[in-house]
Antibody
């Protein structure tokens, strides 16, 4: 059974930093691209970032480019999102998401974590 | 950048009735279109991918159609558990984009 468990969310002041983690199990982690998707309170879904199975290719939404960094440790089956220079508009639930097609980055998501809430406020 | 739109924003349907949700892309995404269902307090769930293929475990009352820029999700006979928000998503190229969602509520 595929499981994705996010952690690391919390309250942070504007300009601060936070690192999210996603522990994956139930599939061959290194074979699949992964993503972070966020949802602001009461709003829709927004792609944040994606990373290939090897970690060699990464994609970012314009809204986070230069501030967020996606990475993965395939030896630990863990996905990360380093978030710097956080803004109030980054407040959202952040979901870890597994890409459906092995070896393909740009594809749909077949599994989602339950999400971790990041609140940026003074 | 491709922009996704969905209509209507809210759809009020009685249990047992048919629901038809629309999704439009600002340029062709071929058949690289997925539909997700999200209930309050839960993560999204994949319903349809490739515009028309049901994901594993999705009931046959859910069907998808379309290609290019126009897509439809049909729920043939709404069950109580189907009242939720539905999002379409294009994955033809980056940045992938979600539509704003259609809320299906009880009439």
């Amino acid at each position: 059974e595929v499981q994705l468990l996010e952690s690391g969310g919390g309250l942070v002041q504007p300009g601060g930093s936070l690192r999210l983690s996603c522990a994956a199990s139930g599939f061959t982690f290194s074979s699949y691209a992964m993503s972070w998707v966020r949802q602001a309170p009461g709003k829709g879904l927004e792609w944040v970032s994606a990373i290939s199975g090897s970690g060699g290719s990464t994609y970012y939404a314009d809204s986070v480019k230069g501030r967020f960094t996606i990475s993965r440790d395939n030896s630990k089956n863990t996905l990360y999102l380093q978030m710097n220079s956080l803004r109030a508009e980054d407040t959202a639930v952040y979901y870890c998401a597994k890409r459906m097609v092995q070896g393909v980055i740009i594809t749909c998501v077949d599994y989602w974590g339950q999400g971790t809430l990041v609140t940026v406020s003074s | 950048e491709i922009v996704m739109t969905q209509s209507p924003a809210t759809l009020s349907v009685s249990p047992g009735e048919r629901a038809t949700l629309s999704c439009r892309a600002s340029q062709s995404v071929s058949s690289n279109l997925a539909w997700y269902q999200q209930k309050p307090g839960q993560a999204p769930r994949l319903l349809i991918y490739g515009a028309s293929t049901r994901a594993t475990g999705i009931p046959a009352r859910f069907s998808g159609s379309g290609s290019g820029t126009e897509f439809t999700l049909t729920i043939s006979s709404l069950q109580s558990e189907d009242f939720a928000v539905y999002y379409c998503q294009q994955y033809n190229n980056w940045p992938e984009a979600f539509g704003p969602g259609t809320k299906v509520d009880i009439k």
